[in-house]
C-alpha cells in the first residue's frame, strides 16, 4: 500500500518530506522518506495524501487493508478504520436481543427469549406475558422486577445497588463463588467418583455449610448416594441439609443469609418444559448468589429429556449445549490443582449414569471422558 503510495506521490510531484520532517508511517533516508516501516503506534488508521487543489479529505470507514483509489488524478480520500471492537457481551442473566442487552424474565419486547413481546397492556413476569405481577414480583416503571435479586430495585422501586450485586432483597459486596456442573448422577457410585461431589460441596468458605437440596423429579436412589458422598467427604466437618420441596421455593434459598451452597440433583424424571422454566425461575437468584460468595452445584445425567445440565447454562456462568453418556468410559483430571479435584487419581471410572458435556468453552474444565468434559467449576469474582 505504501509502496504504491510513493509511486503516486511521485508521479504526482507530491513528496511525503514536508517542512524537513516525515510523515507519519514513513522513515527518515537521505534526501527522501522512506515507507519501509510503519509507524509502531496503537492506530491502524491508513491516510493517503491528495493531490494538490484536490477537495478536502473526507474520512470513510472501510476494513484494514482495502483502500478504493480514486479514477481521476487524485488520490483517494482518507482511510479511517476504528480498531476497537464493539463490545456485546451481555451481563447474565440479560441476553443480547436486537443489539441491546435485555432480561428476558422482564422484557416486554423479549418475554421469555428474543423477539417474543407481550401485547398491550401486558408485562413480563418470570418470562411470560402476563397481566399483573404475580408475587413475589414487583412493578418498577411498568415492568415486573423481582426485588430479592434486581440490581437496580433491590428490595423496592429505585433501590441501586452500588456493586450491582443484589441477593435476597439486599446489596451485597462482590465475594468469590463457584459454579459446578457434574455430569454424575448420583445413581451408581464408588469413593473416587464421591470426592467430586464431597468437594465441590466444601469449596464453600463457611466451616459448617448450610446445603440447601432441590430434588423434585430425581431418583431416590440418586440423591441418597449424593448424601452419602456429601458424608464421606465431610469426615468430621458439620453441614446441614435443607431440603426444597417445590418449584416455587427454591429461589428463595439462593440466599446468603440462610444458605452456602445449593445443590440441584439430576432431576431424571423432569420434563424438558419443566427444566427450562425452573432454569428461567432460578438464573437470576442463582448469579446474585454466586456473585455474592454462594455455591450453586449442578448434577446431571442420562434420562429421557435433555437433562439438568441447562439450569447451569442458563445463568450465563458457563456454557453447554447437550452431553453424551460417557458410562463406563475413564474419566481423566486436567486441573488437579482445581479444589473439586482434592484426593482423586488421575483417573476413575464413569460409573452408570456419567454424561460429558457437548459444546462448552473450554474454560473451568476439571475432569473430562474422551467425549468431553465431566465436570466444569467455574470461579466467579463478583460483577
Same mark, same amino acid.
Given at each position: 500500500?505504501?509502496?504504491?503510495?510513493?509511486?503516486?506521490?511521485?508521479?504526482?510531484?507530491?513528496? =511525503?518530506?514536508?517542512?524537513? $520532517?516525515?510523515?507519519?508511517?514513513?522513515?527518515?533516508?537521505?534526501?527522501?522518506?522512506?515507507?519501509?516501516?510503519?509507524?509502531?503506534? =496503537?492506530?491502524?488508521?491508513? /491516510?493517503?495524501?491528495?493531490?494538490?487543489?484536490?477537495?478536502?479529505?473526507?474520512?470513510?470507514?472501510?476494513?484494514?487493508?482495502?483502500?478504493?483509489?480514486?479514477?481521476?488524478?487524485?488520490?483517494?480520500? *482518507?482511510?479511517?478504520?476504528?480498531?476497537?471492537?464493539?463490545?456485546?457481551? !451481555?451481563?447474565? =442473566?440479560? @441476553?443480547?436481543? +436486537?443489539?441491546? !442487552?435485555?432480561?428476558?424474565?422482564?422484557?416486554?419486547?423479549?418475554?421469555?427469549?428474543?423477539?417474543?413481546?407481550?401485547?398491550?397492556?401486558?408485562?413480563?413476569?418470570?418470562?411470560?406475558?402476563?397481566?399483573?405481577?404475580?408475587?413475589?414480583?414487583?412493578?418498577? +416503571?411498568? @415492568?415486573?422486577?423481582?426485588?430479592?435479586?434486581?440490581?437496580?430495585?433491590?428490595?423496592?422501586?429505585?433501590?441501586?445497588?452500588?456493586?450491582?450485586?443484589?441477593?435476597?432483597?439486599?446489596?451485597?459486596?462482590?465475594?468469590?463463588?463457584?459454579?459446578?456442573?457434574?455430569?454424575?448422577?448420583?445413581?451408581?457410585? $464408588?469413593?473416587?467418583?464421591?470426592? @467430586?461431589?464431597?468437594?465441590?460441596?466444601?469449596?464453600?468458605?463457611?466451616?459448617?455449610?448450610?446445603?440447601?437440596?432441590?430434588?423434585?423429579?430425581?431418583?431416590?436412589?440418586?440423591?441418597?448416594?449424593?448424601?452419602?458422598?456429601?458424608?464421606?467427604?465431610?469426615?468430621?466437618? #458439620?453441614?446441614?441439609?435443607?431440603?426444597?420441596?417445590?418449584?416455587?421455593?427454591? =429461589? #428463595?434459598?439462593?440466599?446468603?443469609?440462610?444458605? +452456602? /451452597?445449593?445443590?440441584?440433583?439430576?432431576?431424571?424424571?423432569?420434563?424438558?418444559?419443566?427444566?427450562?422454566?425452573?432454569?428461567?425461575?432460578?438464573?437470576?437468584?442463582?448469579?446474585?448468589?454466586?456473585?455474592?460468595?454462594?455455591?450453586?452445584?449442578?448434577?446431571?445425567?442420562?434420562?429421557?429429556?435433555?437433562?439438568?445440565?441447562?439450569?447451569?447454562?442458563?445463568?450465563?456462568?458457563?456454557?453447554?449445549?447437550?452431553?453424551?453418556? *460417557?458410562?463406563?468410559? #475413564?474419566?481423566?483430571? $486436567?486441573?488437579?490443582?482445581?479444589?473439586?479435584?482434592?484426593?482423586?487419581?488421575?483417573?476413575? $471410572?464413569?460409573?452408570?449414569?456419567?454424561?460429558?458435556?457437548?459444546?462448552?468453552?473450554?474454560?473451568?474444565?476439571?475432569?473430562? #471422558?474422551?467425549?468431553?468434559? /465431566?465436570?466444569?467449576?467455574?470461579?466467579?469474582?463478583?460483577?
Amino acid at each position: 500500500m505504501k509502496r504504491a503510495a510513493v509511486l503516486l506521490a511521485a508521479l504526482l510531484g507530491c513528496d =511525503p518530506l514536508l517542512g524537513g $520532517r516525515c510523515e507519519g508511517g514513513w522513515v527518515p533516508s537521505p534526501g527522501a522518506c522512506d515507507a519501509g516501516a510503519a509507524d509502531a503506534g =496503537p492506530s491502524t488508521d491508513i /491516510v493517503v495524501e491528495r493531490d494538490a487543489g484536490a477537495p478536502a479529505d473526507v474520512g470513510v470507514a472501510m476494513d484494514a487493508g482495502d483502500a478504493a483509489v480514486d479514477g481521476g488524478d487524485a488520490l483517494t480520500d *482518507v482511510v479511517a478504520r476504528d480498531v476497537g471492537a464493539t463490545d456485546t457481551a !451481555c451481563t447474565p =442473566p440479560e @441476553v443480547l436481543c +436486537d443489539g441491546a !442487552c435485555v432480561d428476558p424474565a422482564s422484557s416486554r419486547a423479549h418475554c421469555g427469549g428474543c423477539g417474543r413481546a407481550c401485547s398491550g397492556a401486558q408485562i413480563c413476569a418470570s418470562g411470560v406475558c402476563s397481566s399483573f405481577c404475580a408475587p413475589p414480583l414487583l412493578l418498577c +416503571d411498568g @415492568v415486573c422486577i423481582d426485588p430479592q435479586t434486581d440490581p437496580e430495585n433491590c428490595g423496592g422501586c429505585d433501590v441501586v445497588c452500588s456493586t450491582g450485586i443484589c441477593n435476597a432483597g439486599r446489596c451485597r459486596d462482590a465475594r468469590a463463588g463457584h459454579l459446578v456442573l457434574i455430569g454424575h448422577d448420583y445413581e451408581a457410585t $464408588r469413593p473416587d467418583q464421591n470426592r @467430586v461431589l464431597g468437594n465441590s460441596v466444601f469449596l464453600s468458605a463457611s466451616s459448617a455449610p448450610r446445603v440447601a437440596t432441590y430434588a423434585v423429579g430425581a431418583r431416590a436412589s440418586g440423591v441418597s448416594n449424593a448424601g452419602d458422598a456429601i458424608r464421606q467427604v465431610a469426615g468430621l466437618r #458439620a453441614w446441614t441439609e435443607l431440603p426444597v420441596a417445590t418449584a416455587e421455593a427454591l =429461589p #428463595a434459598a439462593f440466599s446468603v443469609d440462610t444458605t +452456602d /451452597v445449593v445443590l440441584i440433583h439430576h432431576l431424571a424424571a423432569a420434563t424438558d418444559e419443566s427444566i427450562a422454566a425452573l432454569a428461567l425461575r432460578v438464573a437470576g437468584p442463582a448469579v446474585g448468589f454466586v456473585r455474592a460468595g454462594g455455591v450453586v452445584v449442578v448434577l446431571d445425567g442420562p434420562g429421557p429429556g435433555r437433562g439438568t445440565w441447562p439450569i447451569a447454562d442458563a445463568t450465563g456462568l458457563l456454557t453447554a449445549t447437550g452431553h453424551v453418556v *460417557v458410562t463406563g468410559g #475413564a474419566a481423566e483430571v $486436567r486441573s488437579g490443582a482445581d479444589a473439586v479435584a482434592i484426593g482423586l487419581p488421575v483417573a476413575y $471410572r464413569a460409573e452408570q449414569g456419567s454424561v460429558a458435556f457437548t459444546g462448552t468453552d473450554g474454560a473451568g474444565v476439571v475432569i473430562a #471422558a474422551a467425549a468431553g468434559p /465431566v465436570v466444569i467449576h467455574r470461579v466467579v469474582f463478583g460483577r
